[in-house]
């Protein structure tokens, strides 16, 4: 079959969601790894694929419409999270004026919220968790093999109605996917946050699935974790150098560091083989001691990222975040001592965070020794331990100003905490760039 896989265009972010320099890069720096492993299974079965990034390649509805036409699919499936479900929706509606083929929806919105996804009609069927199996299976189900009640881990439409197959469990295996059908996609597409550029070619890479903690405000909270092999992790390290001349990598898992004994053993098999590449990552504070830092520098590490999110330890309980100020402070010590060029992300406007503790963590950031932060505001998105607090606790915190799923994005106010406007959330989330930079 010819299968199109497309991750969709930004119309409505762009249109309706104010998009800055600093928050556009997230859209561009890397390519959707999930869609190019779903393409990888489906070429090794020996299908036809196309891939399209939409949003890297800044095409709109229409372009992208177009060169879905070009393909001539027999099979479509779009990838969407919750904040770009709008363009998703957009673009879906106008394939099924042009074109009369099938439409999968996939990724962590329909996952999450299958019937509010899937009350868009012109979605046929939506992939629920994890794509690989199921979307090869639906291959064969539009080949006349299987029928798609058989297929698992799908909600499909009977009549007016919803219906879900089987559950599908978790793939533990991970180890077993081909890795991804870059080559599906322009090598030169891509480029990194100015800070975050290193050596050119760079790409990214995936070396788990899941995450095993409970943050508040991730869609990823407690949906476990799986680990690739250290010997398969760096098979693939080697491949990026080999077939695409990286010099680079962004490793972009959830939590690459998850314990000490993961990571040493990857540094090791890194120094083993002799790999020349550098690389980067994402920590936890609590996880990190000098040793391993150091280890991940001399296999060739050249920047640490941390999860903080705020400067008040009263906001790190209520988050989940299960460190503390302290525990802050002296990791990015370390990192910042072996060389790492420790980066750390914030969020502004947590449900428990009035114009003090904001200002407290712009002051505690520019104390630690950080090379570079990212810096974005606090969204209330579906199925997150926060908004189960919101929907029991609601106006005790503050108060819902957008519930779209288009302004879902982190960089416009869609709560606001008592104490403040829109406007004050704004202002404090460019002081916070301003100040620390």
């Given at each position: 079959?010819?299968?199109?896989?497309?991750?969709?265009?930004?119309?409505?972010?762009?249109?309706?969601?104010?998009?800055?320099?600093?928050?556009?890069?997230?859209?561009?720096?890397?390519?959707?790894?999930?869609?190019?492993?779903?393409?990888?299974?489906?070429?090794?079965?020996?299908?036809?694929?196309?891939?399209?990034?939409?949003?890297?390649?800044?095409?709109?509805?229409?372009?992208?419409?177009?060169?879905?036409?070009?393909?001539?699919?027999?099979?479509?499936g779009i990838g969407s999270t919750t904040v770009v479900f709008e363009g998703a929706k957009e673009l879906a509606r106008a394939l099924k004026v042009a074109m009369d083929v099938p439409i999968v929806l996939g990724g962590y919105h329909v996952t999450l919220?299958?019937?509010?996804?899937?009350?868009?009609?012109?979605?046929?069927?939506?992939?629920?968790?994890?794509?690989?199996?199921?979307?090869?299976?639906?291959?064969?189900?539009?080949?006349?093999?299987?029928?798609?009640?058989?297929?698992?881990?799908?909600?499909?439409?009977?009549?007016?109605?919803?219906?879900?197959?089987?559950?599908?469990?978790?793939?533990?295996?991970?180890?077993?996917?081909?890795?991804?059908?870059?080559?599906?996609?322009?090598?030169?597409?891509?480029?990194?946050?100015?800070?975050?550029?290193?050596?050119?070619?760079?790409?990214?890479?995936?070396?788990?699935?899941?995450?095993?903690?409970?943050?508040?405000?991730?869609?990823?909270?407690?949906?476990?974790?799986?680990?690739?092999?250290?010997?398969?992790?760096?098979?693939?390290?080697?491949?990026?150098?080999?077939?695409?001349?990286?010099?680079?990598?962004?490793?972009?898992?959830?939590?690459?560091?998850?314990?000490?004994?993961?990571?040493?053993?990857?540094?090791?098999?890194?120094?083993?083989?002799g790999v020349k590449v550098s690389w980067t990552c994402s920590s936890r504070v609590e996880v990190v001691d000098r040793e391993m830092l150091q280890a991940m520098k001399d296999a060739g590490c050249w920047r640490t990222r941390f999860g903080v999110e705020?400067?008040?330890?009263?906001?790190?309980?209520?988050?989940?975040?299960?460190?503390?100020?302290?525990?802050?402070?002296?990791?990015?010590?370390?990192?910042?001592?072996?060389?790492?060029?420790?980066?750390?992300?914030?969020?502004?406007?947590?449900?428990?965070?009035?114009?003090?503790?904001?200002?407290?963590?712009?002051?505690?950031?520019?104390?630690?020794?950080?090379?570079?932060?990212?810096?974005?505001?606090?969204?209330?998105?579906?199925?997150?331990?926060?908004?189960?607090?919101?929907?029991?606790?609601?106006?005790?915190?503050?108060?819902?100003?957008?519930?779209?799923?288009?302004?879902?994005?982190?960089?416009?106010?869609?709560?606001?905490?008592?104490?403040?406007?829109?406007?004050?959330?704004?202002?404090?989330?460019?002081?916070?760039?301003?100040?620390?930079?």
């Amino acid at each position: 079959m010819r299968v199109l896989l497309i991750n969709p265009p930004l119309d409505s972010v762009l249109r309706d969601g104010h998009v800055s320099p600093v928050t556009s890069y997230l859209f561009y720096n890397s390519a959707p790894l999930g869609l190019l492993y779903l393409a990888a299974v489906l070429e090794r079965q020996g299908e036809e694929v196309c891939v399209i990034d939409a949003a890297a390649e800044l095409l709109d509805i229409p372009a992208t419409v177009k060169r879905c036409q070009e393909f001539r699919p027999d099979l479509l499936g779009i990838g969407s999270t919750t904040v770009v479900f709008e363009g998703a929706k957009e673009l879906a509606r106008a394939l099924k004026v042009a074109m009369d083929v099938p439409i999968v929806l996939g990724g962590y919105h329909v996952t999450l919220l299958p019937s509010e996804a899937m009350s868009e009609p012109a979605f046929d069927v939506g992939v629920l968790h994890e794509g690989e199996h199921t979307l090869a299976d639906l291959v064969s189900h539009y080949k006349g093999e299987r029928s798609l009640e058989s297929v698992e881990g799908i909600v499909m439409r009977k009549g007016d109605a919803l219906h879900f197959t089987a559950h599908r469990s978790d793939f533990r295996k991970i180890d077993d996917f081909p890795f991804p059908a870059r080559h599906l996609l322009p090598p030169d597409l891509y480029q990194p946050v100015p800070v975050d550029e290193h050596a050119m070619p760079k790409f990214a890479m995936v070396t788990s699935r899941g995450c095993p903690h409970a943050c508040g405000f991730c869609q990823k909270a407690n949906t476990g974790y799986r680990s690739r092999a250290p010997e398969a992790i760096v098979d693939e390290m080697e491949h990026l150098v080999r077939d695409f001349g990286a010099r680079d990598i962004a490793i972009v898992d959830s939590l690459f560091c998850a314990n000490k004994r993961r990571v040493m053993k990857v540094c090791e098999e890194i120094l083993r083989r002799g790999v020349k590449v550098s690389w980067t990552c994402s920590s936890r504070v609590e996880v990190v001691d000098r040793e391993m830092l150091q280890a991940m520098k001399d296999a060739g590490c050249w920047r640490t990222r941390f999860g903080v999110e705020s400067g008040s330890d009263r906001v790190l309980e209520f988050i989940s975040k299960g460190i503390t100020k302290e525990k802050i402070r002296n990791a990015i010590t370390w990192a910042d001592e072996v060389g790492l060029r420790p980066k750390a992300f914030f969020m502004v406007g947590h449900m428990p965070d009035p114009p003090d503790t904001i200002r407290e963590t712009i002051e505690f950031a520019k104390s630690i020794p950080l090379h570079d932060v990212t810096v974005q505001i606090n969204t209330l998105l579906p199925k997150t331990p926060q908004m189960e607090i919101w929907e029991r606790e609601g106006e005790k915190w503050g108060r819902v100003v957008n519930r779209t799923t288009d302004e879902k994005s982190f960089w416009e106010p869609t709560f606001v905490p008592w104490g403040m406007e829109s406007e004050d959330l704004i202002r404090l989330h460019r002081q916070f760039y301003r100040e620390f930079y």
